[in-house]
């Protein structure tokens, strides 16, 4: 049997760099205030169709729908800020404070093509300002994806930062534009061409260099934004510039994702190849409400966890700490005095490994060794006959017999040396 394709398997040995990811990402978050959200994994499909947008790549070819028993149409979700817009109009999260700061991990789904860091089920950590028009708000959020990127190791990186401008401004550019590229509608390639009738945004971050070249004579965005969309961008730049953030302002980012305006941003970094963006995000001042909330600005970012490992993996080191002892028993019928010790254990919180195979001792104790275990339990007929246990010290084959009544003193002192 195989895991089903574009999906994996996360084994204990690579579970360490994930709790190191969640652990890193809650104590930045939390320090700022941000709050995890857990939010289900299925959504209504309509909630997709109605915030990424009809003509986008995910809701056009990526996504994993299917109708249930109830004949509902059901999507697992493609990604997390319309679930969390949902959340937040559902629970009416804006009865409470003013600004909702929310953060998640979890599983995402997207029917694409798997490659290196990219999967068809994947995750993402998330994080979402709801509630803030002021561009303070975008700059605390980049500024968090760039402070966890740090810590993570992950130094090597490019922020590209654009203003894409509100729903009126793009609208006039969007006409313009597809005046513009109506004139070489016969160099465009299909996907383009495609896009020119659906979503001609989308043209500008084509990676096909022809259609770069066309585009670099083609009205440009930023000319038809007004002072507004400016302002908002430009107080951005002056933070990140105090910040010594540094930043690319990429004239053509406009990101794959309909309820975007003003700021959208991208971080990518030259160790992964060509799924070279590890993060992308946005300001959405539209989408609460046009899913039938309250008029609520939001801004925020999701960053590609597998991503993020393929970089790390390399990076960090984590230290493994596996000391436990080993608990070798001899005799099946005086397996209920084992428990008395494995409750002491735990009290004094010692990590141990019970060993279950009803092999002679020898064999047990060549386990032990084979695990590089410092000190291994004997629990064998003769210690429960004379109420004492072995302690044997495997790396200098000494031993010593502990009494019950004394183990949990030893114990508290043993903790120090393994
Ligand atoms: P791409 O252009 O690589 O397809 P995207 O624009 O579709 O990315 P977003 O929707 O912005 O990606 O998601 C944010 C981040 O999630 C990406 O930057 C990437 O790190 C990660 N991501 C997106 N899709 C996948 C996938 N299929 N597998 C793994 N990671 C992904
Ligand atoms: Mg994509």
Redesign the pocket.
Known sequence: MQPLR?TKDILPDEIIFWQHIYNIAYEILTSSNYHEIRTPLLENTDLFHRSIGNYT??VNK?MYSFADQGNRNITLR??GTASIARAFISNKLYLTPKINRLWYLGA?F?Y?R?QK????Q???L?IECIGSTSPIADVEVIRLAIKILEELKCIEYTLEINSIGDMEERKIYELELINYLNNYKNDLDIESQTRLNTNPLRILDSKNSKIQEILLEAPKLKNFLQSKSMNHFNEICSHLNYLNISYKINENLV???DYYNYTAF??TTQRLGT?N?????GRYDQLIQQLGGPKTPSVG????????MIIIQNQVKIQKNDNKIYIAIQNNKIQNRIWNVIKMLEEIKIKFELDLSNNSLYKQLKRANHLCVKVCFIIGEEEIKNDYITIKWLKTRTQQQVKLYHLKGYLNYLKNYI
């Open positions: 574009g790549d995910i990526e493609p990604e995402m997207r694409e798997p860091g990219r999967q068809r994947f995750h993402q998330g990101r794959g994702l991208e971080i799924q963006t590890i993060c992308g995000g970012w999701a960053i590609g966890i597998e991503r993020l």
